[in-house]
């Protein structure tokens, strides 16, 4: 659960993780205006420069953005996560929400 927690709050920050070409990646939204959380803007007012390559896994990289958080004095991805802001829902399928169409024409909107 605790792995949840810090991706949900990673996305609080405007940041999500992904893989590609055999690493992990950290990306930030620069213009992000949620809920006034900002990785870059926290990062960038704090003078630290992140890089975004990650060699090892999911959890480096979480880990990673933790050591650069506290850096700046802000809490960890574990405590910064707001179960209001990103809520994990009662589950199910919102079947309103997928329509069928021609091959080709679908993707996410």
């Known amino acids: 659960m ?9 996305m609080q920050l405007g940041g999500r993780i992904h893989g590609a070409d055999g690493h ?7 213009d992000y205006c949620g809920y006034g959380f900002n990785l870059h803007e926290w990062l960038r ?4 420069y992140l890089n ?15 050591a650069a958080l506290a850096k700046i004095g802000k809490p960890t991805l574990f405590e910064l996560y707001n179960p209001e802001i990103q809520f994990l829902g009662k ?19």
């Open 2 to 10: 605790e792995l949840a927690i810090r991706l949900l709050a990673l």
């Open 91 to 109: 589950r199910g399928v919102g079947e309103g929400r997928i329509q069928k169409v021609k091959k080709g024409q679908g993707g996410v909107v």
């Open 45 to 48: 007012a704090g003078g630290i």
């Open 24 to 30: 992990i990646w950290i990306s930030v939204e620069e």
């Open 52 to 66: 975004s390559k990650i060699y090892g896994g999911v959890l480096e990289a979480l880990d990673t953005i933790d």
